[in-house]
């Protein structure tokens, strides 16, 4: 019997975030490894023309949460929408749902952030921060509460090159920052962003590490632990492997290399590849919630959730497992024959984007042009140039973090545990992992049928054909015009023909001798 399964049945458990991407993998391993779980209470907004109602219906009728209707049929009635914007003051909670919240709580997880890199301060400070001292507060009042896991990121101390498990202060104390951002408007705000983040390469990775000061400094007599995941990548295991429902991290640039987009990518080849799957960062933080409500330890622990130290993987090898798969397995419709590389400086990387990316691009706008369509694809091509651009600070460096307290915490489950809520990334296999990585990308991302290979394949052969086709126009053009305009081009040209005609002559005399 799981100890840690055991301890969070009854218990109701407050989540927020949980729409997100590592939110669902948590719910969902809750409720399949504690059938018996009192109730999960999800902080959510209407979005996108949904009620709650509805983002709750189609979570739950998604393939993620399949196998959790066998194990626990009646999971509708354990969740508990509540209507909340972690934006507003007392994040829009009727009194109703506070005082049931406040007053029944056993465990938190708060997952709920802006991920987003290009974040104004003032939008990730109110989320990544203020929201987080806010939910502090709530938790101060709620007397059942055993344990607060605050879900925080690898990254929050990516100025650093090696990253203890401690909380590194930032320069200006939070309360100030918060303060600020109360008075000051954009214009300013934009002014000291720079200054502020200093050299963090985003307003994402300062504020997760202002919100880490605020859970150490305003968690008063709260268990808090804070859980550090590096770069979230698809299920490596559970509930089957692959799954994956956004486009951040590598996700994006799988797809974007796979349709033939992506042609190129500044990155430091031998540099360390910090993914690590959803599921673990999940089971890791499962257990973390059990360890901080029954071992109470004194201070507040950090956990990193990394595999570089323990079972590294570099971009190189990820980069060409990627395209392996994808040649096996390739994804439909794709815009050029997927062929990426990796560049190492700015000259050849300025010079691919314009030959690879933008050159290609504008001579299929000029097609849809001719055609009477609308031209798009100069458009896309940017804006994916834009995402590169601001993924790229994380393929051109290495971290190394120390995991003594993810080891430690290893050490304490029970191998039952330790198998349930598996967590030691030295048993991935990242061959495997990464293709199952972009096998989940086309199922579950793309929605695309396997069922479609052989045609994808087909359209992969005429792109090739295209692709010789255009180069030959081309070449001959470019010869032609040479030819006409220079003596030394006309020179070479006779110096090739002269001296192929001589090797065919001799070719062929001498196989005539031979007879
Ligand atoms: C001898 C042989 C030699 C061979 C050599 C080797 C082979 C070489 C092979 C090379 C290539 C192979 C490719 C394989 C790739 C694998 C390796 C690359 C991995 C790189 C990983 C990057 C690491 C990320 C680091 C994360 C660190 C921090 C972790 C965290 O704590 S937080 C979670 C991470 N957060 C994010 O990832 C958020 C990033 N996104 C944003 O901030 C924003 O979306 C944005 C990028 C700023 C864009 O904002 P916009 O407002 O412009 O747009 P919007 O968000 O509305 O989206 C616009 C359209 O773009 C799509 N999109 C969004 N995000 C991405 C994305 N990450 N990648 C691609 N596309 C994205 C979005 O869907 C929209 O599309 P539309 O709807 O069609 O318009
Ligand atoms: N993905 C990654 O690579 C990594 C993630 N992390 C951390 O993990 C946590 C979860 O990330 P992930 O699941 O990937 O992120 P997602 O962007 O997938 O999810 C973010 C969640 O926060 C919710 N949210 C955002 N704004 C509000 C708001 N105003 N009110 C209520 N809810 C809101 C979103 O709700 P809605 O659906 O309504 O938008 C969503 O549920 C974050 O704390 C992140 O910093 C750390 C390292 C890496």
Known sequence: ????????????????????????????????????????????????????????????????????????????????????????????????????????????????????????????????????????????????????????????????????EVIYPCPVEPRKIIDSMEWLDDSIIDEITPKLIGDRPNTYTYTKALGEMVVQQESGNLNVAIVRPSIVGATWQEPFPGWVDNLNGPSGLIIAAGKGFLRSIKATPMAVADLIPVDTVVNLTIAVGWYTAVHRPKSTLIYHSTSGNLNPCNWYKMGLQVLATIEKIPFESAFRRPNADFTTNNFTTQYWNAVSHRAPAIIYDFYLRLTGRKPRMLKLMNRLLRTISMLEYFINHSWEWSTNNTEMLLSELSPEDQRVFNFDVRQLNWLEYIENYVLGVKKYLLKEDLAGIPKAKQHLKRLRNIHYLFNTALFLIVWRLLIARSQMARNIWFFIVSFCYKFISYFRASSTLKV
Do not use: W
């Not at 009192?38 to 979005?47: A, F, G, S, W």
């Not at 101060?140 to 607060?148: C, H, N, R, T």
């Not at 605050?150 to 100025?159: L, M, R, Y």
């Open 1 to 164: 019997m799981s100890m840690i399964a055991a301890f969070y049945s009854n218990k109701s458990v407050l989540i927020t975030g949980a729409t997100g991407f590592l939110g669902k993998v948590l719910m969902e391993k809750l409720f399949r490894t504690s059938p018996h779980l009192k109730v999960i209470y999800i902080l959510v907004r209407p979005k996108s023309g949904q009620t709650l109602q509805e983002r709750v219906f189609q979570i739950l009728n998604s393939k993620l949460f399949e196998k959790v209707k066998e194990v626990c049929p009646n999971v509708h009635e354990k969740i508990r929408p509540i209507s909340a914007d972690l934006n507003q003051r007392d994040f829009a909670i009727s009194k109703e749902d506070m005082q049931e919240l406040l007053s029944c709580t056993n465990i938190i997880f708060h997952c709920a952030a802006t991920v987003r890199f290009d974040a104004h301060l003032r939008e990730a400070v109110q989320l990544n921060v203020i929201a987080t001292q806010q939910l502090l507060l709530m938790a101060s009042q709620m007397p059942k509460l055993e344990a607060f896991i605050h879900i925080s990121t690898a990254f929050s101390n990516c100025n650093l090159s090696h990253i203890d």
